[in-house]
């Protein structure tokens, strides 16, 4: 009873966001004529720019390091036809070479959800809950793909997105227009590879997920509830040192993915899932296998709310 009383309690009090903050939402622009191919395009002027933070992948042991990457993203819907148009900085042009297999390319991707109550693992998914991609590399035609976890990635039957990317002395501009199984409003996310930096599979910087707005702003349910947040980042805190969870998760411990930018790269309900049920999604590479704490349902709440202090 007393545990009762003391969660209404906590739901009265407590801090919730009830949607994404605004570097997690992206609004569509609807045009009447088929989206542009072309950046270059003054119709992509009508679409609002969102700023989305790539981080280094450290989850994933080999990541390339270094720092936040800021990606302009906008996105034009006609119909059934999905065209996103991509921007970043990059210090130099990397292009495939089948004659220097020890070189690599610039590459970027652009994930979607699957339909559902909850996000996966953004990281390419999760088993039995497959994430579509588009994928470009510089010098080679663009693919569409699936996977459901790491190393799981293959192509996807259907017509593969087309692209067109243009080089500037900083860095490049994509579009990328197809059609996708993904229902809109929904969420996506990106990731970005740097050939200078040997970039390929999991040695990249990628996005959280961003929620795609509708008419009027509009965000599926489900998305609200994955980005509610309550609770108190101090007690987390707390709760991370007392129950020894920087033991495996520092980065030299190498036991478990280093959290130092979980907040910037997951939602709030896949960190209270992950911190409820730990051994429903590994990510490869740790030997350790974070046991269940035993939490309640505040201090599960607590902790999600600290980790979503790290990385913003």
Do not use: N
């Amino acid at each position: 009873m007393r545990r009762t009383l003391a969660w209404l309690l906590f739901l009265l009090v407590a801090p919730v966001w009830a949607t994404p903050g605004p570097d997690r939402l992206i609004q569509v622009g609807q045009t009447s004529a088929p989206p542009p191919l072309d950046p270059g395009d003054p119709a992509w002027t009508s679409a609002p720019a969102a700023t989305v933070r790539l981080y280094p992948q450290i989850t994933a042991p080999g990541g390339p390091g270094g720092s936040v990457l800021m990606l302009e993203a906008r996105v034009l819907r006609s119909g059934g036809r999905l065209a996103i148009r991509l921007a970043w900085p990059d210090a130099g042009e990397d292009v495939a070479d089948a004659r220097a297999t020890h070189r690599f390319a610039d590459a970027a991707a652009v994930e979607f959800a699957p339909a559902g109550d909850t996000l996966p693992y953004v990281g390419m998914g999760e088993p039995g809950r497959p994430v579509q991609v588009w994928l470009w590399r510089a010098g080679q035609p663009p693919e569409r793909l699936s996977a459901q976890g790491f190393g799981s990635l293959a192509g996807q039957a259907g017509a593969p997105p087309e692209a067109q990317a243009r080089r500037s002395a900083t860095g490049w501009t994509l579009v990328l227009r197809g059609k996708t199984d993904a229902p809109v409003p929904a969420a996506i996310a990106f990731a970005a590879w740097d050939g200078a930096e040997d970039g390929r599979a999991g040695r990249k910087r990628l996005s959280a997920w961003q929620a795609l707005a509708g008419p009027g702003g509009t965000i599926p349910a489900a998305l609200r509830e994955e980005a509610r947040l309550g609770g108190d980042p101090a007690r987390g805190e707390r709760l991370y040192t007392e129950r020894g969870c920087v033991a495996c998760h520092a980065p030299s411990a190498g036991l478990g993915p280093d959290l130092a930018q979980a907040g910037g790269i997951h939602w709030p309900g896949y960190l209270r899932r992950s911190i409820r049920e730990p051994a429903a999604f590994r990510v490869p590479g740790y030997t350790s296998i974070m046991p269940k704490l035993g939490l309640q349902r505040l201090e599960i709440e607590d902790l999600a709310a600290y980790l979503m202090t790290r990385g913003q």
